[in-house]
């Protein structure tokens, strides 16, 4: 009876042992030190990477509207090519057809409406290019020819989708090429609003 309390002592002690093991304690407390540092660091992470993306897409997003419009007032001889460097690679302007092609050098633009609508902008934080699928339309052409002779009016503007491709080159966003997907889309038809749902301060009597 002695000898089984004695090895039933020890083995309670035994267990209680291994709970108290110091080096048990540190390996438990170096395993949750390491998996909160790499749930902190995942984390600050995934919040950097969305920060660049969202970086990306406004500089992207500026860089594409302002520089077509640009292109826009280039084409109808309202601005100069040079203006365009800050938004265009300079190899893709030296080959862009459209600027070079004068289809409104004959006349005098004084006033247009220029229309864009972005439908897709695809970039990734490490990425250093982007693509954009834009929808150009420039409508309501003011223009009058140079010439007394010239009674013909202005060309129309061929509206356009098109994927414009972007590259960051010296840490800056640069337009490089420009892909016509489709010419003359059709218009996404405004919604007709309900005139019997809009409130009013007219009473009824």
């Known amino acids: 009876m002695e000898n089984n309390n004695k090895k039933q002592k020890k083995k ?3 267990i209680g042992g291994e709970k ?3 080096l048990g304690v540190a390996r438990r407390s170096v395993w949750y030190i390491l998996r909160v540092v790499l749930i902190i660091t995942a984390c600050i992470t995934l919040c950097y990477l969305a920060l660049v993306e969202a970086m990306y897409v406004s500089n992207i997003y500026i860089i594409t509207t302002e520089g077509m ?4 007032d280039c084409i109808l001889g309202t601005k100069s090519p040079g203006d365009l460097k800050e938004h265009f690679d300079k190899g893709w302007l030296m080959n862009d057809y459209e600027l070079s092609a004068g289809k409104y050098d004959a006349y005098r633009v004084d006033s247009y409406d220029y229309r864009y609508d972005i439908e897709k902008l695809r970039v990734m934080p490490w990425s250093k290019e982007a693509t954009v699928q834009f929808v150009e339309r420039v409508v309501n052409i003011v223009a009058v ?3 007394d ?3 013909e009016p202005a060309p129309e503007w061929v509206d356009s989708r098109m994927e414009i491709t972007l590259e960051k080159i010296d840490g800056r966003w640069y337009i490089t090429n420009i892909e016509v ?4 889309p059709e218009a996404e038809p405004r919604p007709t609003p309900d005139y019997e749902e809009l409130e009013t301060n007219i009473p009824h009597y």
Do not use: F, M, V
């Open 69 to 72: 419009e640009l292109r826009a």
């Open 149 to 151: 002779d010239n009674t």
């Open 20 to 22: 108290n093991n110091p």
């Open 145 to 147: 020819s140079y010439t």
């Open 12 to 14: 309670r002690t035994g």
């Open 181 to 184: 997907l489709e010419l003359a």
